[in-house]
């Protein structure tokens, strides 16, 4: 055995090198962040210059031949650390990102931002005006170079692999279909049995004005309930809301605010809150590393699904919460009551729009793009057709047909960036937060009776001990394992709605 000190000199300059990029990509991200938040639409032309230079400044450092000989003399450092170690984990994941990135040559680096910063316009003039034939010359461009980026990477068994391992680190396509024909042979039967039964449940409360001020103050309420830093991090509006980490030290969550949108506001605000949490329990010694972000995008969104649905959509949570929501809302709220504003919050209803999806529906938006996508990916499917795959695809899944294609297959900004692979992480997030769920739960059997008590904090405890402070030091599979002891399924997942709707709308579950 041979015992070397944890530090040497190539470990050392290594971590300098990999900090230097993290602080490009975090500047990017700051940019990114500022551009949503508070730029003048005037500023569009300068800031993309800002962000294309600093984004090709972080991606030639790293796939840099020096990076690669640091990477290799630094693995000779750690041969003997724990796998688990800090040091060897650095190592490992940087080392697996850097030979992929090296295989993808420079130029289709390139022409893949030239071209997804071209069909993104071209999306949204596309989306606003309905009209798919406009777009459709980008996204075939744009799928043409995403095919060579995933020949370029290399996969063992098919292309998706090779688009997924971006989102799911060592994840395999056929892995992601055995998880999804479990989650799908439960779910289908449970949409049918809810729409069957046909129950109309009131959410007429939805109906009415909520003021934005009083919105914003019970989300920030929530925010600090559940345990989110203000020290550390804020929350501004956006269009559209999303989570960006500079560090853990410094974390930014946007909602979007409005009278008439109620729902928006108060789940939107837990949802980036959860990711949020996640982005401030990453250990401190993982700053300036690769290791300072989630497992994977599927863990990410275990996190903000775990907070909004298991948690915010819990009776526990409001028998707690709505006399404090009531407290904001006088006018609108006090003839509503803990049954009818669980039951309004809960409502199934197969709908067009993904992002607006209720949590049992949700996972078959994700079924439909998840195949369009391997199709495309396969040659199976050309781009022309892809509007009547996707209306087909509707109407099987979900039984509604999207009057105008801005309503169906131009709703998400998704492939216009070349992001195929991405949706998939999605649906995981929703049955990862199950799985984690209810290990918390075997593990404090009290959980249900803190969260109707309001008190968050253990469970938040639970979530850093557990998955947020490793930050990127696990694949999914690895940390799955880890935390529950089983592989990534959909049981818990399905589990969790059959048992919450059999009760919402009273099916019989004794078949
Ligand atoms: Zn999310």
Redesign the pocket.
């Known amino acids: 055995m041979r015992e070397r000190k944890p530090t040497s000199n190539s470990l050392a300059r290594l971590k300098e090198q990999l900090g230097q990029i993290s602080d490009l990509s975090n500047v990017a991200s700051l940019l990114n962040w500022d551009q949503q938040v508070n730029m003048p639409p005037g500023g569009s032309e300068a800031r993309a210059h800002h962000l294309s230079t600093v984004e090709s400044l972080e991606h030639t450092l790293f796939v840099a031949d020096e990076t690669g000989q640091l990477l290799e003399e630094a693995a000779e450092e750690v041969i003997s650390l724990p796998y688990e170690s800090d040091d060897a984990s650095l190592v490992r994941v940087a080392q697996r990102e850097y030979e992929k990135m090296r295989r993808v040559p420079e130029s289709l680096v390139t022409e893949r931002a030239q071209a997804t910063s071209r069909a993104f316009d071209a999306w949204q003039k596309a989306r606003a005006e309905s009209d798919f034939e406009s777009f459709e010359p980008h996204l075939e461009r744009v799928l043409e170079l995403t095919i060579q980026y995933a020949e370029a990477i290399g996969y063992d068994e098919e292309r998706y692999d090779a688009l997924l391992d971006r989102y799911e680190p060592e994840m395999k396509t056929s892995q992601l279909i055995a998880v999804f024909e479990e989650l799908k042979s439960g779910l289908i039967p449970l949409v049918e049995a809810i729409t069957k039964q046909g129950q109309r449940i009131d959410d007429s409360l939805f109906k009415r004005r909520y003021p934005d001020q009083a919105q914003w103050d019970f989300g920030t309420l929530i925010l600090e309930d559940i345990g989110f830093d203000f020290e550390h991090g804020r929350q501004d509006r956006s269009t559209h809301p999303?989570?960006a980490s500079f560090s853990p030290l410094d974390v930014r969550l946007t909602t979007r605010v409005k009278p008439d949108r109620f729902q928006s506001a108060l789940f939107g605000t837990i949802?980036?809150g959860?990711?949020a949490l996640y982005d401030q329990g990453i250990h401190p010694d993982l700053i300036r590393t690769p290791l300072c972000t989630g497992a994977s995008y599927g863990v990410?969104?275990s996190q903000?699904?775990l907070w909004?649905n298991l948690i915010a959509r819990s009776r526990a949570f409001w028998s707690h919460y709505l006399p404090v929501l009531r407290e904001f809302f006088p006018d609108q709220l006090t003839d509503v009551d803990v049954d009818t504003f669980y039951r309004a919050i809960n409502r199934v209803q197969p709908s067009l729009i993904r992002v607006e999806a209720d949590e049992v529906t949700y996972s078959l938006h994700i079924f439909l793009r998840f195949e369009l996508e391997q199709a495309l990916l396969n040659d199976e499917l050309d781009v022309a057709h892809l509007p009547d795959a996707w209306n087909a695809k509707m109407e099987k899944y979900l039984g509604v047909v999207p009057p105008d294609d801005a309503r169906g297959v131009l709703q998400d900004v998704h492939w216009s960036g070349g992001l195929f692979g991405y949706f998939p992480s999605?649906a995981l997030?929703n049955l990862l937060a199950a799985q984690f769920y209810d290990k918390a739960f075997a593990e404090m059997p009290a959980l249900p009776n803190q969260i109707g008590a309001g008190d968050l904090g253990p469970l938040l405890t639970w979530l850093r001990e557990h998955i947020h402070q490793h930050g990127k030091k696990f694949t999914p599979a690895e940390l799955v394992k880890r935390v529950t002891d089983e592989k990534m399924t959909a049981e818990s997942f399905l589990t969790y709605l059959r048992e919450k709707y059999s009760q919402i709308y009273e099916l019989d579950t004794s078949r």
Do not use: A, K, L, P
């Open positions: 999303f989570t949802h980036e959860g990711h990410h969104e903000s699904r909004e999605y997030g």
